[in-house]
């Protein structure tokens, strides 16, 4: 039975880290895998998470099942988080999702319960992950203009002509800060032009929360998710607490809808529940107790909030850092952008062929379409890389 299947293709970022671990350089650079990394290249435990770790360990009596919708204590903390109360609760129901990727599965199978077929446009370029997921649940994936090839900025007035022409049946998905790959982002403004936009053509939005605190803050890199969801009568937001609460492996994620009522807000519950019990049944809880300790403490909040800001200061700086290093190297402004991006990641417009001959003969690694994880970027070696990426441009 097995020889109809076809080989499929694995996500190229698998490919490259196992490229990277064979390598055995030194000094070799991982600007490649989509992870957070500290000064020491290490992709830490936070402190708050090991405190509330604890707490659990001290103190849970069981491992029963939590049911269907999850820790709803965690779903509540993370609408009040990324919300902030825009919306009237009465709107919102919640399920727990395993990571983001769970969330946005989820809020995918529903939508496509309500518009079998349906249009769902995705930024172009956009995280690998979400096309394959939209086909998956046989929603039709269409691209939308996103980012100018020259400048590596947003490309507004294209995006906003698609934009302006969707109709009351489409979905478009909105990346809700910190844009993967290209690290390039809308500005408050233009959010207020895409909401007044969806309210205008009725079109509905889904917004893939992955990084909220990465970019410039939590209340500054909540603005576009917030005035989205407060614009429209309904949508829906896919959040991670993988790179923010730096807890990849641990599966946790919320899958938020927000309905026009109380009543279609139960209708979608209903849904949300419904694909989770034909699918894993029962979401992963460890993940969300941790967040979930850590949103309801105050002591463990302020030291999580530290935490995040020492790691989005950090790829802050080492933007601003390279940028500066290939202008004084270069004596041009062709990458001042990755210091205007924000997040984990810049998309640098380097061709293949200089990706590859990084790879080749320098052991840089990054994608091949020339996304870099700021993250990586070793502090000590940054004239180094900046040396080695202008010399492979050539
Ligand atoms: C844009 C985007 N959305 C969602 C996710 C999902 O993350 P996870 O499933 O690990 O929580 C990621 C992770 O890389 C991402 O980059």
Redesign the pocket.
């Given at each position: 039975m097995f020889e109809t299947l076809k080989k499929a293709t694995l996500d190229k970022i698998f490919v490259l880290m196992a490229e990277y671990a064979a390598d055995p350089r030194d000094g070799k650079i991982d600007l490649g895998v989509?992870v957070y990394k500290d000064p020491k290249g290490v992709t830490p435990v936070l402190n708050s998470v090991r405190k509330a770790e604890q707490r659990i360990l001290d103190t849970a009596k069981t491992k029963v099942y939590k049911g269907v919708v999850g820790n709803k204590e965690f779903s509540a903390a993370v609408v009040d988080l990324a919300l902030g109360g825009v919306v009237d609760l009465k709107r919102i129901r919640c399920v727990n999702g395993a990571?983001?990727?769970?969330a946005?599965s989820i809020l995918m199978n529903v939508l496509s319960r309500a518009r079998p077929g349906g249009r769902i446009f995705i930024s172009d370029p956009s995280?690998p992950?979400h096309w394959p997921m939209a086909e998956l649940v046989g929603l039709k994936p269409v691209y939308y203009p996103y980012f100018d090839h020259q400048t590596r900025l947003v490309d507004f007035d294209a995006m906003m002509k698609v934009v302006d022409g969707l109709t009351p049946d489409d979905t478009i998905l909105l990346?809700g800060c910190c844009h993967?790959p290209t690290g390039a982002n809308l500005t408050p403004a233009q959010w207020d032009i895409v909401a007044a936009s969806l309210q205008r053509t009725g079109a509905f939005p889904l917004v893939?929360l992955?990084y909220l605190g990465f970019g410039d803050g939590l209340e500054a890199d909540a603005y576009g998710v917030r005035k989205i969801v407060s614009s429209v009568p309904e949508s829906m937001v896919?959040f991670?607490?993988?790179k923010n609460f730096g807890l990849?492996r641990e599966?946790a994620?919320v899958a938020i809808a927000i309905a026009k009522d109380s009543d279609s807000a139960d209708v979608v519950s209903s849904q949300m529940q419904n694909v989770i019990r034909a699918t894993i049944s029962q979401t992963p809880d460890h993940g969300a107790e941790i967040v979930r300790i850590i949103l309801e403490d105050m002591d463990l909040r302020a030291e999580w909030e530290a935490e995040l800001k020492e790691m989005r200061e950090r790829m802050q700086r080492l933007r601003v850092k390279l940028a500066e290093a290939i202008r004084q190297r270069s004596n041009s402004k062709d990458f001042d952008f990755i210091a205007e991006h924000s997040g984990m990641f810049s998309l640098l417009g380097l061709k293949p062929e200089v990706v590859e001959k990084l790879k080749l003969e320098d052991a840089v690694y990054m994608i091949n379409d020339s996304r870099i994880n700021v993250a990586g970027i070793p502090e000590d070696r940054v004239g180094e890389l900046a040396d080695k990426m202008l010399a492979a441009i050539g």
């Open positions: 989509g990571g983001g990727t769970g946005l995280w992950n990346h993967n893939d992955a896919a991670s607490a993988s990849y599966r994620g």
